[in-house]
Every structure is written in structure tokens, then in C-alpha cells.
């Protein structure tokens, strides 16, 4: 997955996984990434066994547009 795949993704989408899709928008490791929602600094939902990220949070944390 490009960056730009991401970028895109966090812009059109509600949610997005924890692992690719918002740790790499927030240039963190694997590691750091669920080491950072483990310790509460990404706010994450519980979809069966995964974990996604909203993207209203990540797209304030970025700094990007929110849609209209």
C-alpha cells in the first residue's frame, strides 16, 4: 500500500486499520503504532480482531481537510 493509497483512504473512509493504514500516516513502526493505542494516544474501535482508527481523528492529527 503507497502512501498516497493511505492518504486517500483516510480521507474518503470513517475508519481505517490501526496497522498499515494510520501508524505509517503517522510515521510510526509497527511496534510504536500498537504500542501508542495500548497507552491510549490513538483512540482505537474494536472490530472483532482488529483495530481501527477514525479518520476524523487522524485527518485532525494530520492536519488535512475534513470532507464536506
Known sequence: MTDR???KAI???LTVPLWPH???A??????ATYAAA???KIPTLDVS???DVP??????????????
Open 26 to 31: 503517522l510515521n510510526l513502526k509497527r511496534g
Open 22 to 24: 494510520a501508524g505509517r
Open 11 to 13: 480521507r474518503e473512509r
Open 38 to 40: 495500548a497507552a491510549g
Open 49 to 51: 480482531r482488529k483495530k
Open 55 to 68: 479518520c476524523s481523528w487522524l485527518r485532525n492529527k494530520l492536519g488535512l481537510k475534513q470532507p464536506t
Open 5 to 7: 493509497e493511505i492518504q
